[in-house]
Structure formats: C-alpha cells, structure tokens
C-alpha cells in the first residue's frame, strides 16, 4: 500500500480508513469510536498542532546499580480551535521525554465542548464553554465556569495555557487542593475538559468503545 505520509503504513483500522480517505476530520475519527494509537494520525487529520511544555522534573531511583535519573515530562498539545491532548512521559534525556509526551499527547487527542460563554453573546459562539466543568488529579480539583466574550482567562498560568492550546478564549476558574504541583493541576484542567467533552459524546459512539475496549 503507498503512504501519502511520509512512509506512514497504518497498522490500525483508523488508521486505514485515514490513509484510504474514508475518515477526513478528527471529528469522524473520534465519532467512530475507534481508539486512537497512531501519533501519525493525528498529524494528517490536524497537521500543524502546537506544543507546550508545562513541567520538566528530574525524578531519581535506586536500583541494584545504583541510583537512576530520569526525567519527567508533562505535554498538552491543541489546535488553539477545539482540539486538545495531554500527557506525561519519562526518559532518560529531556529531550527524549518531551517528544514522548507530545506523541502519547496526540493519542489522548479530545474535541473539547466550546460555546457561547453568557446568554448575552451571540448565539453559535465559541469563545468559551458550554457548560461547568470539572476534573481531578490527586488533591487537586479544577473548575471551569464559561464566562461572556471579552472576559479572558481568569486562570493560573498553567491553566491558562491549556485553556489556549484548546481555543478557550473566555472562562473563570477555580482551583482547590495542592495547586503548586504543575502535573496535578494541568492533568486535572484537561480531566474537566474531557469529562465535558465526553457528556456530550453520542451514546452509539461511547457504546463502540466500550465494545473496542472489551
């Protein structure tokens, strides 16, 4: 089979139905409830995604040989227009960990439930939310409230920086628990985006999973 890829060969049935044009949006891709396992994918289907770097930490181990460092690195990655992934990798070498995450990122790809922020904007925009949201990691617990158009991100700067990835431009938020631990905090921010995103997922394509999975 020719690849239009750069020598990407699909080894998934998604990723199959990319490559032969039967799925051409990230939209479809998720409506068939198929599970996402090739970073290659993803960058057909939303090439050009950017990057963010919230956390690198040095985690040390001992072993038998003595002590082991690695590092640890925390990823979002978006479109800035509805689209957002997140992940945690580790690796030997800082660079090695960053461009794992951004791949396993790209895996956890979700479209996140944008709307009109306040009854007073104008109907069909999505500038904010269309709905509370809600996510834990840890201690930490990250609401997300939609807010009217002008507004901005009234957010931590890690939240804020996931919010942008995934073209939020107006919410309040609120954090609870220990909010100094980055990790905890962008994993919880992109849990309520998620939780969001999945009460407005169709029922036929969360049963698909469910079937995929089992």
């Known amino acids: 089979m020719s690849s239009n890829n750069n020598g990407w060969e699909p080894r998934t049935r998604l990723g199959r139905m990319v490559q032969n044009g039967d799925v051409t949006s990230m939209d479809q891709a998720l409506e068939t ?63 090695g960990a960053i461009q794992k995450a951004i791949e396993v990122a790209k895996l956890n790809i979700i479209k996140v439930d944008r709307g009109s922020g306040s009854w007073e904007d104008r109907a069909g925009g999505l500038n904010s939310l269309s709905r509370k949201a809600e996510g834990k990691a840890g201690s930490v617990t990250v609401r997300i409230i939609p807010a009217p158009q002008g507004l901005g991100l009234a957010a931590a700067e890690t939240v804020r920086n996931i919010l942008e990835l995934a073209g939020v431009q107006d919410a309040w938020t609120k954090s609870d628990g220990n909010t100094r631990t980055t990790v905890n905090l962008a994993k919880a921010t992109y849990n309520a985006l998620k939780n969001a995103s999945q009460s407005r997922t169709p029922r036929r394509a969360r049963e698909v999973r469910q079937e995929v999975r089992e």
């Open 33 to 95: 409830g198929l599970p996402l396992k090739e970073p290659q994918l993803v960058d057909q289907l939303l090439p050009g995604l950017d990057d963010e770097v919230l956390d690198i930490n040095m985690v040390q181990r001992m072993t038998d040989s003595g002590r082991r460092v690695k590092f640890r690195c925390v990823v979002a990655v978006g479109n800035r227009d509805g689209y957002l992934g997140y992940a945690e990798a580790r690796d030997d070498q800082v660079g």
